[in-house]
């Protein structure tokens, strides 16, 4: 019993040892890559259940030198897609829809030749085809468009970049459509719904969607660099506004609560809507895309699951592996800043034996 109980307090020894190995690794990653007079960033490390790492580094607000931590607020980019696609499912759950409906079950003035076709199915699996209302938008436009207005721009059109169903086409026109079908059948705008059905059950309670009047707590302002290294304001764009496909902010705190929701079950059983809902990627034949979620599927049977998040000011990782209870979130308010997710997946690697390589998907992602 005596050498059971020393092998013991060995291996807690060194496990500590590894852990405090990981945190200065990961504390030379965040201050290597973020400046603290600079935008910076926030990082979430989860591993086996315990939170190893829950740092921000650098400045939210350049103007009033507030600092980055666990609470501050990021717009999410397409990280918010599976806040959108979770929207679709309650309502699939209280039997008012079902993700085999048409667009003309929602929409009976869409177009008919796109309308029959194109389903909820493949609005959460970007299979639709559906035209990028980026596309139809006049050049020289200079306010912000929003969910409805991309509606309004698709409606007509009567044709899609491919047969629904057929392949893969990354779409943040398809995102927009999932927010006004929620609006039709919940009857409510779409920030009320998401708000009493995910957001105030999970108590994540700073979480919120962009709207150009709305006050949104301990917010990051977006930023970008200049070829000359130097940093200008970049929090909004014209495609910004959009709610469906990325505007949802939230922080590393609400979203740890929403993550621990996602793995207890408490809205859906995602890994078992996953294994309904999905497209298998070309050429990657163990990755899918799912209901805003990359995925790959692993050889003992579970699911790695990767989403990134790009837009004018804001960089943002999440990699989700619920088999070994592990969350890594890294969210930046810097534009195509990235890099710095990788340096923290290496670190992981090497010291915690954290398995999977996400850059293809994120490639994928725009």
């Known amino acids: 019993m005596k050498i059971v109980a020393f092998a013991y307090v060995m291996w807690l020894a060194a496990q500590t040892v590894l852990a405090q190995k990981t945190v200065a690794a990961l504390d030379s990653v965040m201050r290597r890559n973020f400046p603290t007079d600079q935008p910076g960033g926030a990082l979430l490390v989860v591993m086996d259940g315990k939170t190893v790492y829950n740092r921000g580094v650098g400045l939210a607000n350049l103007e009033t030198k507030t600092p980055i931590t666990p609470e501050t607020n990021f717009r999410m980019a397409s990280v918010s897609k599976q806040f959108t696609a979770m929207a679709i499912l309650l309502l699939e759950k209280q039997q008012k829809l079902s993700v085999d409906d048409n667009l003309l079950t929602f929409f009976p003035d869409f177009n008919p030749r796109v309308g029959r076709k194109i389903k909820l199915r493949h609005l959460v699996t970007h299979t639709s085809g559906m035209l990028d209302y980026e596309s139809r938008l006049l050049p020289d436009r200079n306010n912000q468009i929003f969910d409805a207005e991309v509606l309004a721009l698709l409606k007509p059109q009567d044709s899609t970049y491919f047969e629904p169903g057929s392949r893969f086409r990354y779409s943040n026109s398809a995102f927009c459509l999932l927010t006004q079908v929620v609006e039709r059948v919940a009857k409510k705008p779409y920030l ?3 708000t009493e059905n995910i957001f105030k059950p999970l108590g994540m309670n700073q979480t919120t969607l962009y709207e150009p009047t709305r006050t949104i707590p301990n917010r990051a ?3 970008a660099r200049n070829p000359d290294n130097t940093i200008r304001f970049s929090d909004q764009s014209i495609t910004s506004g959009t709610q469906g496909d990325g505007c949802v902010y939230t922080s590393l705190t609400d979203y740890k609560k929403w993550n621990e929701a996602l793995a207890a079950n408490r809205l859906v059983d995602l890994q078992a809507q996953l294994e309904r809902v999905n497209q298998p990627l070309d050429g990657q034949p163990d990755d899918f895309y799912g209901l805003g979620w990359f995925f ?12 990134s998040g790009s837009t ?7 990699v989700w592996i619920p088999e070994q209870k592990t969350l890594v979130v ?9 890099r710095p997710f990788a340096d923290v997946l290496n670190v992981l690697k090497a010291n915690m034996n954290l398995s999977g390589d996400v850059w293809a998907l994120h490639n994928l992602t725009n």
């Open 221 to 223: 302002m977006g930023y």
């Open 192 to 194: 009320e719904f998401i």
């Open 330 to 338: 890294l969210f930046s308010n810097l534009a195509d800043n990235h």
């Open 312 to 318: 004018c000011g804001f960089s943002n990782c999440v």
């Open 296 to 307: 790959t599927q692993t050889k003992g049977g579970g699911k790695e699951l990767f989403h």
